[in-house]
């Protein structure tokens, strides 16, 4: 089994803020900014004229995010000395690849390090590619680390080291992209467009480490830019976000960005779920139901997705399953069961297959669709809620106790 190795300093200091300092090398991003920033950003370094900035911006916009290129050389329509300048100026460098993995079931993991912001430190994030029928998932981080601590999460041990900026949310996309072939060859005509069907990526969901509505403006930002038309394209119906229930920004999300909407719900009632994702203390079942059902464009063909991750013995009754609709009711709705994933250190275990069927048998009984997720990845810990970028070499004793918590009691 191979499991990534943080290279961070632990003793990098936490903090909320998004860095938008320049990286280690002095020059800003350029991915990661909309067409009226790109624009203004050419002009104020003095390599264009301000009548220029449209156009400008427009043609940069096809390189990145049509053509996927991250050299400057490689824009073949803009002159020698103007790519020249942008080098000089300006980064769309990809992020170093510290470790890739690939599951035996095909899922791949990846361990992105990003460059220090000013006085910062270098930091990494996993994020991970799942290939499925007919399409292929990929789940994004939005923050290195993760201030929500829930208590089954492998991801929620790892303290919060700061926000993600827009560039590097968008970095993990566009990575992926170039590691599995998913955007034009060199040699396609420059005109060309990434076709709709057919992708390698064709989903994303922001579902990978931090709590994505506690780093609102990056994740809007870069996820407007991934649904734009005329560059990444991806549908904002192919895009969901997964909130622990950050209640003030639920129907912000369905405002100001528009994508599908998943709910980390895993209980029915404030006591049990004030330990499983203690955000619930601050917001309580009742406020965050009540959000739900106000979520702009809600209907049966908009549904929101609760995710619910079955623990032995803790949330997987009958009764469990009676209160879970009980408190759904009315809302167009799509219950994913997710069976835990085991990880090195935690003390709950997976429901027994027999009483995960008998649970999705009763929500489906009850009109709601809800599939049991399949768990992939988990031989390179890169399924739900195993993220987690200070991975550390297991030692030989904890590798076999977390083999054998993989095969038991699954139906695997």
């Not at 990003?114 to 006085?119: C, I, L, N, S, V």
Request: aromatic fraction near 6%; hydrophobic fraction near 40%.
């Amino acid at each position: 089994m191979s499991v990534s190795i943080n290279l961070i300093d632990n003793a990098t200091r936490p903090t909320t803020a998004a860095a938008k300092a320049p990286a280690a090398d002095g020059k800003p991003p350029l991915i990661g900014l909309t067409r009226e920033e790109l624009g203004d950003a050419l002009v104020d370094a003095g390599i264009i004229p301000a009548r220029q900035a449209r156009m400008r911006a427009q043609q940069l916009w096809h390189w990145l995010y049509v053509r996927g290129v991250s050299d400057f050389s490689e824009m073949f329509n803009i002159s020698k000395d103007l790519r020249a300048d942008l080098a000089r100026h300006f980064s769309i460098a990809r992020p170093e690849i510290v470790e890739e993995q690939i599951s035996t079931d095909g899922t791949r993991k990846w361990l992105f390090r990003f460059p220090p912001r000013g006085a910062g430190r270098p930091v990494e994030i996993e994020t991970v590619y799942i290939p499925e029928e007919g399409r292929g998932t990929l789940c994004i981080s939005s923050q290195v680390g993760c201030t929500l601590t829930c208590s089954f999460c492998h991801t929620g041990t790892q303290k919060l080291v700061r926000n993600l900026t827009a560039e590097e949310i968008l970095a993990q996309l566009m990575t992926a992209r170039d590691r599995l072939g998913d955007f034009p060859d060199r040699d396609t005509p420059a005109g060309a467009i990434v076709p709709a069907e057919g992708r390698k990526v064709s989903n994303i969901v922001m579902m990978g480490m931090g709590e994505p509505l506690y780093n609102f403006e990056a994740v809007k930002k870069a996820l407007l830019i991934a649904s734009d038309g005329d560059g990444l394209s991806l549908s904002k119906r192919r895009i969901t976000l997964s909130t622990s229930g950050v209640v003030p920004e639920i129907v912000r999300t369905g405002e100001e960005i528009g994508v599908m909407l998943a709910i980390s719900l895993h209980a029915t009632n404030d006591d049990l779920r004030d330990m499983l994702v203690p955000i619930n203390k601050k917001y309580p079942l009742k406020d965050l139901i009540a959000a739900c059902r106000a979520y702009p464009g809600l209907s049966n063909a908009r549904r929101i997705t609760f995710e619910y991750v079955m623990l032995k013995d803790v949330n997987d009754s009958l009764d469990d399953a009676k209160a879970l609709v009980r408190l759904l009711q009315g809302i167009p709705a799509k219950i994913n069961l997710i069976p835990f994933n085991p990880w090195p250190g935690t003390n709950y275990q997976c429901s027994d297959w027999e009483t995960i069927e008998k649970f999705a048998d009763y929500i489906n009984n009850a009109g709601y669709a809800s599939p049991i997720r399949t768990p992939r990845g988990r031989d390179i810990l890169a399924a739900c809620g195993q993220l987690k970028s200070e991975s550390e070499r297991l030692k030989k004793t904890e590798r076999l106790a977390l083999e054998a918590m993989m095969i038991a009691g699954h139906g695997e």
